[in-house]
């Protein structure tokens, strides 16, 4: 019986049920593909939920203002899934008449959308018979074969490429593609897989081997940066006790773009705020020490992004509500209830839940 074959047995014995499984819509399958990049199934369950009942199709999704789908994703990450889903539902509507492609090679030129997902969306929406190469396929190919190639390379992808293309179901690509993640996700899986119980365990070179753990090889891990953010609460209260505070949108190329934070000034290490306040960003735009009390110790909290580790400091400041208006024009004031509904990064979360 053929690997195919043998998997997708298993697979309608063991396969999870998942509320996206239950259509070929290309729309749900493209939304799906790109909540669940770098999300757990537990984590994304709810936005994959939320997202679709506030975007059902691609029209909706394309009229949505941009604040409105950043606000349905945040607590997410990698923020830029959400906006190039956005920049390509209006890109679909307004150059196809909001007619989906359908096929891997016009999905390939969808922003936000790479091999993956291209394959995932033509294999399980339109039969197309090409493979969904990810993580845990990587994973599970890497053992059974015992490949020593990188999968970070390019020379390791095309490898893996290849031997998934010589597997894959000719029938039914798309549940051989679903059939591959589940199985790499429950029973090949990252740490301790389940070897004993696993189909394809008289084949399997690494567990012949003896060194699963081996595979697959990994290059060295690129070094994490540490980031040093201060950010500060400059509040003051109304007439009717709400506090009110200033925020910006944020912009540039770094990390968070077009969410909302409160102002902030990064420093190349950990940094007393007798030291922050005579730094000159702070000198050009920030009220002077006699303008504001320190309202408490600061909140502390360290931020893990793939490759970074945000170490926050957020400092609390009364301030006047005269000087609350003196920031330069890219701050606005607002009040909880107003912050509430911005999109913003988890870590500002954190410290507004605690603050407001
Ligand atoms: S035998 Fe173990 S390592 Fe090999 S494919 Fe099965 S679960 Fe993975």
């Known amino acids: 019986m053929s690997f195919s074959t043998r998997l997708l047995e298993w697979y309608s014995g063991h396969g999870r049920s998942l509320p996206w499984r239950e259509t070929r819509d290309?729309?749900?399958v493209w939304v799906t593909e790109i909540i669940f990049q770098q999300t757990r199934i537990d984590q994304g369950m709810e936005y994959f939920h939320r997202f679709l009942e506030a975007f059902p199709d691609v029209v909706r999704l394309a009229s949505a203002p941009e604040d409105q789908v950043l606000r349905l994703w945040q607590g997410l990450g990698y923020y830029s899934r959400a906006r190039n889903l956005h920049r390509a539902a209006r890109?679909?509507?307004?150059?196809?008449?909001?007619?989906?492609?359908?096929?891997?090679?016009?999905?390939?030129?969808?922003?936000?959308?790479?091999?993956?997902?291209?394959?995932?969306?033509?294999?399980?929406a339109f039969n197309e018979v090409v493979p969904a190469v990810d993580g845990n396929v990587y994973r599970v190919l890497a053992r059974m074969f015992a490949l020593e190639e990188s999968t970070e390379t390019g020379k390791g992808k095309k490898v893996f490429h290849e031997i998934a293309s010589q597997l894959i179901s000719h029938d039914d690509p798309g549940s051989f593609n679903q059939a591959?993640?589940?199985?790499?996700?429950?029973?090949?899986?990252?740490?301790?897989?389940?070897?004993?119980?696993?189909?394809?365990?008289?084949?399997c070179l690494a567990l012949a081997r003896d060194?699963?753990?081996?595979?697959?090889v990994k290059k060295t891990p690129k070094p994490v940066r540490n980031r040093?953010?201060?950010?500060?609460?400059?509040?003051?209260?109304?007439g009717e006790g709400q506090r009110k505070f200033p925020v910006r949108q944020r912009d540039g190329k770094d990390i968070w773009k077009n969410l909302y934070e409160l102002p902030l000034i990064e420093t190349p290490r950990e940094t007393s705020l007798e030291e922050i306040?005579?730094?000159?960003?702070?000198?050009?735009?920030?009220?002077?020490?006699?303008?504001?009390?320190?309202?408490?110790?600061?909140?502390?909290?360290?931020?893990?992004l793939t490759h970074q580790l945000i170490h926050a400091k957020f400092f609390s400041l009364r301030v006047s509500r005269e000087k609350a208006f003196t920031f330069t024009e890219d701050f606005f004031l607002v009040d909880g209830k107003a912050f509430e509904l911005m999109p913003k990064s988890r870590l500002t979360l954190l410290f507004l839940q605690r603050n407001i």
């Open 26 to 28: 290309p729309y749900v």
């Open 91 to 124: 890109e679909i509507v307004d150059h196809r008449g909001g007619k989906l492609p359908d096929s891997f090679s016009e999905w390939m030129k969808v922003p936000g959308v790479g091999p993956y997902t291209a394959a995932a969306i033509a294999s399980i």
């Open 180 to 203: 591959m993640m589940d199985f790499g996700a429950t029973i090949c899986k990252p740490a301790a897989p389940l070897c004993r119980e696993c189909i394809f365990n008289y084949e």
């Open 211 to 216: 060194d699963v753990a081996h595979f697959p």
């Open 228 to 238: 040093y953010f201060n950010y500060f609460f400059f509040f003051f209260e109304d």
């Open 277 to 304: 306040v005579n730094h000159p960003e702070w000198k050009a735009r920030f009220p002077a020490k006699a303008d504001w009390v320190l309202n408490g110790p600061p909140y502390s909290h360290s931020h893990r």
